[in-house]
T-cell receptor
């Protein structure tokens, strides 16, 4: 079983739609959680951290459920510029700050 | 966040040769990592570059194939040795800092081995 699992998509949605991505992780001792965005042929860039209380940044909302080991990302009012691959990322426990990446979910927002 | 410069940005190399990738950060950082992203895949950690000591390698990666240097807190190199076409990939330098759990990436090196 992969440490971090995501639906690879692609998700094809019209502009203005709301889309949700889900992710599960296997290591219950994981401590930190993130969503990264990766555009084609570019490096991953931090989109937002994910907290147990849930957090929102503009059109983006992230949720963490530690009991179910489940992370989600909600994008409202999708823009063409949101088209990218969204990577669910978990920080390993034990003091090492290396990240474990999911395989990514591809989003294509269409006009 | 730190500015991370990675070079070369891309290269095409003959099999059997070696390529050294450089990662320069504009400020001192605690942690530096090297990742590989094979075509159509997500990122896989190769190793943690430790300042002043040998790198810590992940399962499936060995020092003879991927020697790493980190002479100070702002610079690291990754060498891909005795390359084969299977080494064709994007190699990414990443940095993290004490007190912060997120990491940031260089622009990546796109390597093609022919």
């Amino acid at each position: 079983r992969k440490e971090v699992e995501q639906d690879p998509g692609p998700f094809n949605v019209p502009e203005g739609a709301t889309v949700a991505f889900n992710c599960t992780y296997s290591n219950s001792a994981s401590q930190s959680f993130f969503w990264y965005r990766q555009d084609c042929r570019k490096e991953p860039k931090l989109l937002m951290s994910v907290y147990s209380s849930g957090n929102e940044d503009g059109r983006f909302t992230a949720q963490l459920n530690r009991a179910s080991q489940y992370i989600s990302l909600l994008i409202r009012d999708s823009k063409l510029s949101d088209s990218a691959t969204y990577l669910c990322v978990v920080n390993r426990s034990g003091g090492r700050r290396a990240l474990t990446f999911g395989s990514g979910t591809r989003l294509q927002v269409q006009p | 966040s730190a500015v991370i410069s990675q070079k070369p940005s891309r290269d095409i190399c003959q099999r059997g040769t070696s390529l050294t990738i450089q990662c320069q950060v504009d400020s001192q950082v605690t942690m530096m990592f090297w990742y590989r992203q094979q075509p159509g895949q997500s990122l896989t950690l190769i190793a943690t570059a430790n300042q002043g000591s040998e790198a810590t390698y992940e399962s499936g990666f060995v020092i003879d194939k991927f020697p790493i240097s980190r002479p100070n807190l702002t610079f690291s190199t990754l060498t891909v040795s005795n390359m084969s076409p299977e080494d064709s990939s994007i190699y990414l330098c990443s940095v993290g800092d004490r007190g912060k759990t997120e990491a940031f990436f260089g622009q990546g090196t796109r390597l093609t081995v022919v």
